[in-house]
């Protein structure tokens, strides 16, 4: 039989992982249901891990790399600042809708990490790469379009993100498709008019 790497087997425990905790679970990915999902022994995984936080880890770093790498892609190169957030929120929907596991299993780690400390770094580490790409792509989109950004990236970022988080939850436990896409369009728009200041404007109006 063939000797495979720790690096050659890393990979396939990562995957073996995501598809047995998202059929079963975050409570049913114990390092032995693991390995039997992969068909290798328990050691397999410990030799290649250390321990279940460090495979944990490298799931919940895997998720998000996956959705990252989806929304950055259909960043547009030549629209408005508008259109582009537009963009980018239609894109990050799109993976909730057409991979709803991927975030069940993102959500129900969340939990698990909050109450793990061996995990805090993994949790705080997937919410910075989320949170850091997404300021990053409207920062390029505003250098790229002129658009003059009255608050910090960061917090564009920040509060377009705020509302995905509340949205995928309420997806996941009561979905409305219709409501959902006027609700994503609404939250491209209300980030828009933050980065340009009409948001700010129109409360201090409104008071």
């Not at 495979?55 to 790498?69: F, G, I, T, W």
């Not at 369009?185 to 409104?206: I, M, N, V």
């Amino acid at each position: 039989m063939a000797h495979v790497t720790a690096a050659e087997r890393r990979p396939q425990l990562i995957k073996a992982a995501i598809a047995l905790m998202t059929r079963e679970g975050v409570a049913a990915g114990s390092t032995r249901a693991i390995a039997a999902e992969l068909g290798v022994a328990q050691a397999t995984v410990h030799y290649t891990f250390g321990t279940k936080e460090d495979l944990y880890r490298a799931v919940m770093r895997q998720l998000s790399q996956d959705m990252v790498a989806q929304v950055r892609e259909s960043s547009p190169t030549d629209a408005g600042f508008e259109e582009t957030v537009a963009t980018l929120a239609g894109a990050l929907w799109r993976t909730v809708r057409e991979q709803p596991t991927s975030h069940q299993l993102l959500t129900e780690l969340t939990m698990f990490a909050l109450r793990t400390p061996a995990l805090h770094e993994a949790l705080e580490s997937h919410f910075r790469e989320v949170h850091d790409t997404t300021a990053q792509l409207v920062t390029e989109a505003a250098e790229r379009t002129g658009q003059q950004l009255s608050v910090p990236a960061d917090t564009i970022a920040r509060f377009l993100l705020a509302g995905f988080d509340g949205l995928i939850l309420q997806r996941l436990a009561l979905p409305d498709e219709e409501a959902e896409l006027h609700i994503v369009q609404a939250l491209a728009a209300s980030a828009a008019a933050l980065a340009g200041g009409t948001l700010g404007a129109a409360r201090a109006a409104d008071a």
